[in-house]
Structures are given as structure tokens and as C-alpha cells.
């Protein structure tokens, strides 16, 4: 069975810290793992990643995958408070017709 | 908005009934999926649809559980005989590729 497993649970930080945030992953034939943000409603998507070594970036935030070593990172630079929020991470299997999601990680970025 | 669509975004009903949820994916995507979402915990995956056909639906929790999908555009998920332990976020997400996927507001589910 696909498995997920983000570290770590949660985090506090006070504003302009950096965190990094980290995610595991166990599936049979590998497709794309993705990011999303969680604030008391759906995940909003911020990252797709299909490839080695290839970071992706949007504003303060980057992510980067090692599909050797199975896991993944989300990096955000200059925390705000407005970062608050769960971060999730989620792999697709091949076929495409299940994303697995790990249990989150609850960032709370403190003034 | 072009995004996906869910209705209601809550629903308050009594144990035993019957609800039923609907989901309208971004336009032009076959792919949609429903998860089930607990306070404190990731997305739980149910179901997922390619164009009308259900291609998985293995890990719908019980057949209390049923979704459709019949002209492969919108979706609903029905809950018969509501149980106080259904009581979460529904989350319906849609893709085009099924490399990524973009999630609706939910519906949130209470039974009293």
C-alpha cells in the first residue's frame, strides 16, 4: 500500500525564520508528488514534482525532489504569519488514479 | 471561477438519512477523485472517476458509500443511512493529466 509520512508534525516559528518542511514516500510506481497549502478549508495546490533535482519556486517558497532517496522538501524563506497554515504532500501512482496523502505538517509562524 | 465546485458547502442532517454531495470539476478534466477528510488528518482517498467510469472504488469505507459520475462531467457521493462517525470534510478534486490535481471547497458534514 502507497504510504506517506511528513516530519515534522508541527512547527512554530516566529516571523522571518526559515523552515523546511519533509516528506517521505512509499508508492509502487511513482507519477508526480505535489504540495499543497491547508488553511481551515480544500488544499490549495502549490507544487508539482516529476524529476530529480529540479527545485521548484514561487516567491518564498521552494520544494525539491529525490526520487533516489524517496522523499521531498518544502522550503519557505522570510516565514509571515499569513504562512500559517497545514502543508500537505501527496503522491500520485502511475496510472494516475490515486493520489496518497501524507498527515500534514502544521506550521504556526508566530509575529 | 473556473475552479471546482462543490455543493452544499455544509450539510447538518440526522443519523439515518440519507445525503447526497455534488461536485462539478474544472471544465475539461476526465479525472476526479473524492476524499474524506477528519480533523487532524491527510485527505483520505474514496473514489475516482476517468470520464464516466468509476475505475476505482476500492477504498469507498463501506457500501453505505456510493458515487456516480454518469455523463462524466459532474459527480455526487451519496451517504445512506448516516452514521455520527460520517461527520468530515468531503473533498471532490479534479485533473486533466493526472500528474496534479486542484481541490473544491469541501462539504462539511455534521450528523446529530
Known amino acids: 500500500e502507497d504510504k506517506v509520512v511528513q516530519s515534522p508534525l508541527s512547527l512554530v516559528v516566529h516571523e522571518g525564520d526559515t523552515v523546511t518542511l519533509n516528506c517521505s514516500y512509499e508508492?509502487?510506481?511513482?507519477?508526480?508528488l505535489l504540495w499543497y497549502k491547508q488553511e481551515k478549508k480544500a488544499p490549495t495546490f502549490l507544487f508539482m514534482l516529476t524529476s530529480s533535482g529540479i527545485e521548484k519556486k514561487s516567491g518564498r517558497l521552494s520544494s525539491i525532489l529525490d526520487k533516489k532517496e524517496l522523499f521531498s522538501i518544502l522550503n519557505i524563506t522570510a516565514t509571515q504569519t499569513g504562512d500559517s497554515a497545514i502543508y500537505l504532500c501527496?503522491?500520485?501512482?502511475?496510472?494516475?488514479?490515486?493520489?496518497?496523502f501524507g498527515g500534514g505538517t502544521r506550521l504556526m509562524v508566530k509575529p | 471561477d473556473t475552479g471546482v465546485s462543490q455543493n452544499p458547502r455544509h450539510k447538518i442532517t440526522k443519523r439515518g438519512q440519507n445525503v447526497t454531495f455534488r461536485c462539478d470539476p474544472i471544465s475539461e478534466h476526465n479525472r476526479l477523485y473524492w476524499y474524506r477528510q477528519t480533523l487532524g488528518q491527510g485527505p483520505e482517498f474514496l473514489t475516482y472517476f476517468q470520464n464516466e467510469a468509476q475505475l476505482e472504488k476500492s477504498r469507498l469505507l463501506s457500501d453505505r458509500f456510493s458515487a456516480e459520475r454518469p455523463k462524466g462531467s459532474f459527480s455526487t457521493l451519496e451517504i445512506q443511512r448516516t452514521e455520527q462517525g460520517d461527520s468530515a470534510m468531503y473533498l471532490c478534486?479534479?485533473?486533466?493529466?493526472?500528474?496534479?490535481?486542484?481541490f473544491g471547497q469541501g462539504t462539511r458534514l455534521t450528523v446529530v
Open positions: 501527496a503522491v500520485f501512482n502511475n496510472a494516475g488514479n490515486m493520489l496518497t
Open positions: 478534486a479534479s485533473s486533466r493529466t493526472g500528474f496534479e490535481a486542484f
Open positions: 508508492v509502487t510506481n511513482f507519477r508526480s
